[in-house]
């Protein structure tokens, strides 16, 4: 059974910056994805970014694109959402989920129907 449980979150200024962790238990794949999440009140789910475990491509959203950096720390079965430069609107639930298919070796899928493991999220928040 994959599980992720997602750690990091909290309250921080404009221009700060935190680092969301995502623990990863239960793949026997070499091969997977993890993609970050968020939601805000109010608003429609809006996909973060993708990291594909087995080729180590990164794809972000326009909007995090400069500021947000996923890594991931084999060892620890880590994955971690890097975030600098915080804005207001990014305040938001931040989730990671993961899943895997045979061809995604070099890229992941961005909309969150493709992912059916999801941790509990994380609450972040920036204020002005």
């Known amino acids: 059974q994959v599980q992720l449980v997602e750690s990091g979150g909290g309250s921080v200024q404009a221009g700060g910056s935190l680092r969301l962790s995502c623990a990863i238990s239960?793949?026997?794949?070499?091969?997977?994805?993890v993609a970050w999440f968020r939601q805000a009140p109010g608003k429609e789910r809006e996909g973060v970014g993708t990291?594909?475990?087995?080729?180590?491509?990164?794809y972000y959203a326009d909007s995090v694109k400069g500021r947000f950096t996923i890594s991931r720390d084999n060892a620890k079965n880590m994955v971690y959402l890097q975030m600098n430069s915080l804005k207001p609107e990014d305040t938001a639930t931040y989730y990671c989920a993961s899943d895997a298919h045979l061809t995604w070796v070099e890229s992941c899928p961005r909309q969150a129907a493709h992912f059916g493991y999801w941790g509990q999220g994380t609450q972040v928040t920036v204020s002005s």
């Open positions: 239960g793949w026997t794949l070499s091969s997977y994805c």
């Open positions: 990291l594909a475990v087995g080729g180590g491509n990164t």
